[in-house]
């Protein structure tokens, strides 16, 4: 089956969550706060390290400046910090270590940005090889115990766009075939990366990019290596 990948990936973010709430609920503030800036240093380890794929910087920059134009254009922050207030508000989010939101918003773009989860869906269309979000799921159920130990159960909710995000791929994955080529699949793995790195500095309060408004830019790559 198409989703089988995506479901599996689904499931794992959940029972990770789940973990990793019972256990969010033993540790004390300051000790949550040491984890949290933990695994903002994890993550921007992961950015760094997948940025180092890219061969083309060129492409990586324009990728990024008119994936940003599109993303403020649509207001792409704006629309899931939005999604992620309506989610508080519907789910509750009083007495909580970290909001709601900040937790949906958060878990949903380390989950949907990196290469993998592109990359894992694709296989999963075309080829119906799972192996790729298979490992994806390990990787994500890890770090949703850990996530949602100090940030609750918004990780568990952002299961649901991860869902939406990688079925919508692997459904569509016929259409994008012809165009990944091994050097766009090497820069959309840059771009992604950088999202990431990005979304590792918002963790550790140095910044406050809107991330999700660069999110287009990992698509970019498809188009601008067919020119460059």
Same mark, same amino acid.
């Given at each position: 089956?198409i989703?089988? +990948?995506?479901?599996?990936? *689904?499931?794992?973010?959940i029972a #990770?969550?789940v973990a990793?709430?019972?256990? +969010?609920? *033993?540790?004390?503030?300051?000790?949550?706060?040491? =984890?949290?800036?933990?695994?903002?240093l !994890?993550v921007?380890?992961?950015?760094a390290? #997948?940025? %180092? /794929?890219?061969e083309n910087?060129?492409?990586?920059?324009?990728?990024?400046?008119?994936?940003?134009i599109?993303g403020?254009l649509?207001?792409?922050?704006?629309?899931i910090h939005?999604? +992620?207030?309506?989610?508080?508000?519907? *789910?509750?989010?009083k007495?909580?270590?970290?909001?709601l939101?900040e937790?949906?918003v958060?878990?949903? %773009? %380390?989950f !949907? =940005?990196?290469a993998? &989860?592109?990359?894992g &869906?694709?296989?999963?269309?075309?080829?119906?090889?799972?192996?790729?979000?298979? &490992?994806?799921s390990?990787?994500?159920?890890i770090?949703?115990v850990?996530y949602a $130990?100090?940030?609750?159960?918004?990780v568990? @909710? $952002? &299961?649901v766009?991860?869902?939406i995000?990688?079925?919508a791929?692997?459904l569509?994955?016929?259409f994008?075939e012809?165009y %990944?080529t091994? /050097?766009?699949i090497?820069?959309?793995?840059c =771009?992604?990366s950088? @999202?990431?790195l990005g979304?590792?500095?918002?963790? @550790?309060?140095?910044?406050?990019?809107?991330?999700?408004n660069?999110?287009?830019? =990992?698509?970019f790559?498809?188009l601008l !290596?067919?020119?460059?």
């Amino acid at each position: 089956m198409i989703l089988t +990948g995506t479901i599996v990936n *689904f499931a794992a973010i959940i029972a #990770g969550s789940v973990a990793g709430i019972l256990l +969010g609920r *033993f540790i004390p503030a300051h000790m949550s706060a040491a =984890v949290e800036k933990g695994v903002a240093l !994890c993550v921007l380890y992961i950015g760094a390290d #997948g940025m %180092l /794929a890219g061969e083309n910087t060129l492409v990586a920059i324009l990728s990024i400046v008119f994936g940003a134009i599109i993303g403020e254009l649509l207001r792409l922050d704006d629309r899931i910090h939005t999604l +992620g207030d309506w989610v508080e508000k519907k *789910f509750g989010g009083k007495g909580l270590k970290t909001p709601l939101s900040e937790g949906f918003v958060s878990a949903s %773009l %380390l989950f !949907c =940005v990196g290469a993998m &989860a592109i990359m894992g &869906a694709l296989d999963s269309g075309l080829t119906r090889d799972h192996s790729t979000l298979y &490992a994806k799921s390990v990787l994500d159920g890890i770090t949703s115990v850990v996530y949602a $130990s100090t940030m609750g159960i918004g990780v568990a @909710l $952002s &299961a649901v766009p991860i869902f939406i995000y990688q079925g919508a791929i692997s459904l569509g994955a016929s259409f994008l075939e012809p165009y %990944l080529t091994s /050097a766009v699949i090497l820069e959309m793995k840059c =771009v992604g990366s950088i @999202l990431i790195l990005g979304l590792s500095l918002n963790m @550790l309060g140095l910044t406050k990019i809107k991330v999700m408004n660069y999110v287009p830019a =990992v698509f970019f790559p498809i188009l601008l !290596c067919t020119f460059m």
